[in-house]
């Protein structure tokens, strides 16, 4: 499903070039995810070394590519949706679903994670967590802070998209015309 008729507006030009930025830097945080497991794996089964730190390290490095790179699929359109029926209809009626879809339950879900998480970081960075494994990684609240950090983005990028939905239904003089996907 692409969401090539709906145009662009400046505000959305302007936020999609961000988090297209920041998540086609996500590739390298990959390259280092998997080195890191390559030395873990060596380190554990040639040397019989385990460390506490590099599988940590394995899981942040994983939960920021992950919680950063929801607001890139969502923003170049590429996270998962039912189009069996979806890809039939019309595109205005695809974008009354579209911010009915976004604006009962993507918003109200990323608000309700930014209001417990904001929390969830402040109370650790509060009592300067750290790991709870001998040898693990300091300064848990970094980690945790991915979480909101990822969800604004994610925020962002459905600002984008609702700037232009809003732009097709409400704006736009000639819906579906040529000039919708520039």
Do not use: C
């Amino acid at each position: 499903m692409s969401d090539s008729y709906l145009p662009h507006t400046p505000l959305s030009r302007w936020i999609d070039n961000f988090i297209s930025l920041i998540g086609k830097r996500l590739v390298f945080i990959w390259l280092i995810l998997l080195a890191v497991i390559v030395v873990n794996v060596i380190s554990r089964y040639v040397f019989s070394q385990g460390h506490i730190e590099l599988e940590e390290l394995q899981w942040h490095l994983y939960s920021i590519g992950f919680i950063f790179g929801i607001s890139y699929a969502y923003q170049s359109d590429a996270h998962i949706r039912v189009d069996m029926l979806y890809e039939n209809f019309s595109d205005p009626i695809k974008a009354w679903i579209e911010l009915y879809g976004t604006l009962l339950f993507l918003v109200p879900f990323i608000i309700l994670i930014l209001v417990f998480s904001i929390q969830f970081v402040s109370s650790s960075w509060a009592v300067g967590e750290v790991s709870s494994a001998p040898g693990g990684l300091p300064f848990r609240y970094l980690i945790k802070a991915a979480l909101p950090t990822g969800f604004l983005l994610l925020l962002l990028a459905v600002v984008s998209r609702l700037t232009r939905i809003f732009q097709f239904l409400f704006f736009s003089s000639a819906k579906g015309s040529s000039d919708a996907g520039k």
